[in-house]
Structures are given as C-alpha cells and as structure tokens.
C-alpha cells in the first residue's frame, strides 16, 4: 500500500512570496491532516479535513494560510505571503473513514525554509 | 490546552544502556500514543494505549500509561544506534491529538 505522498521535499522561498505544498493521502482515506512542526517542537495541527469538508481549521493563520480539498482526494496548503516564522515542516497525515486520528499515516513532509 | 511536557528534551546514551522518558500532563487523555521520528521522516506510530495503568511492550520498548490517564512513560532496554530519533507523545481527546515537544535520543555505538 503506497504511503502519503508529498511535494515538494524541501522549498526555499523569500519573505512576503507566495508557496504552495500538495499531499496525496493514502488511497480511500477520508480525512486528511496538515501539520505545521518547528525545528524542536511537535507537530501542530493547522487543519482537518472529512472528504472534501473542513471539520477543523481553529488553528490555521487564515490572514495568511488557506487549504483546500476540493475533490476529497488530494490536498493543497497555501501560504501567501510567508513571513520568516513560518519556517517548518509541513506533514500531512491521512485516516481512513471512521477511523481515529490516532491512527494516522504521515508523509515525509515538506520541510520550508523562508528567508 | 492540553499541554504535553515531555523530558528530558535530549538524551544521549551509549549502545547497550537503558533509559526512560516521560510525558506528562495536568489533563486526562482518552488515549496516549508515542511516536518515533526519524530525520526527514513523518512520526511513525509505535503504541496506543488506552486504560489507566496499562503497560505495553514492543521488543524492547515497554510504555507504560499512568493511572489517571494524565502521563506516561517510554523504557528502552538495551539501547542500540537505531533507536536514535525524536520520540513524540500525543495526546487524544475528544477526537483531537496535542503533541509533545519530544525527546530527542541519541544512541552512540
């Protein structure tokens, strides 16, 4: 069973750039995660999602961070424009329907740096 | 918010001693589970565990859950290179995980 996918790997970008990042869950996964992990800390949930709905984004910057599912597949989180704070990683994690986030699946992550 | 504190923030050990590390909280939890995070690498899961007291061995690895549900603990017998990484708590509740900060362990040959 392939894993969560995402891309790119690693980014560099300027402050006040825009960036984009795109996750794949794992095939028939319902809900989807995005994590936001600075260098020393765990990871923080930005936003979750249940199919193409938004279930809980409490914790994402949305003056400058949005998220998308638009087919209940694959993801895209953006940030426009980046401040230097927002060097992480970003993961995403997948669950199948029903299933408890404590049986998440994590990608590798993108790991952003803003210079 | 459901603050996890986990400690020692990094440890480094010799091949073949033991250690333990902690992670505790004012709050209870539903569940707890511990992760392991290697470089360039998503947390992979190692353990859930559920009931107060519970105490679960992975080879190695025996995690341990409080009895009140607000902490745990992770023993490592015999440390070898490959259990070099972040290990990561989490806390469940109500359907939402807060993670730790991690302890970073470091097992030299």
């Known amino acids: 069973e392939a894993g969560v996918a995402q891309s790119p790997r690693y980014k560099i970008i300027e402050k006040r750039q825009s960036v984009a990042f795109w996750c794949n869950p794992i095939s028939g996964h319902a809900t989807l995660y995005w994590y936001q992990q600075i260098l020393g800390q765990g990871p923080k949930l930005l936003i979750q999602?249940?199919?193409?709905?938004?279930?809980?984004d409490s914790q994402l910057p949305k003056d400058r961070f949005s998220a998308e599912r638009l087919k209940g597949v694959d993801s895209t989180l953006k940030i426009q424009p980046a401040k230097l704070e927002d060097s992480a990683v970003y993961l995403c994690?997948?669950?199948?329907?029903?299933?408890?986030?404590?049986?998440?699946?994590f990608g590798q992550g993108t790991r952003l740096t803003v210079v | 918010t459901q603050l996890l504190e986990q400690s020692p923030q990094f440890l480094s050990i010799q091949e073949g001693e033991n250690l333990t590390v902690y992670c505790n909280s004012s709050s209870v939890f539903s569940s707890l589970q511990w992760y392991r995070q290697e470089p360039g690498e998503g947390p992979v899961l190692l353990v859930t565990?559920?009931?107060?007291?519970e105490v679960k061995k992975l080879k190695r690895l025996t995690f341990q859950f409080g009895d009140a549900r607000k902490d745990s603990s992770l023993h490592i017998t015999a440390a070898q290179p490959g259990d070099t990484g972040l290990y990561l708590c989490?806390?469940?509740?109500?359907?939402?995980?807060?993670f730790g900060d991690g302890t970073t362990l470091t097992v030299k040959p």
């Open positions: 989490a806390g469940e509740k109500a359907g939402k995980s807060t």
């Open positions: 565990v559920v009931t107060g007291g």
């Open positions: 999602f249940q199919n193409n709905g938004v279930v809980d």
């Open positions: 994690a997948s669950t199948a329907d029903r299933a408890p986030i404590t049986e998440a699946f």
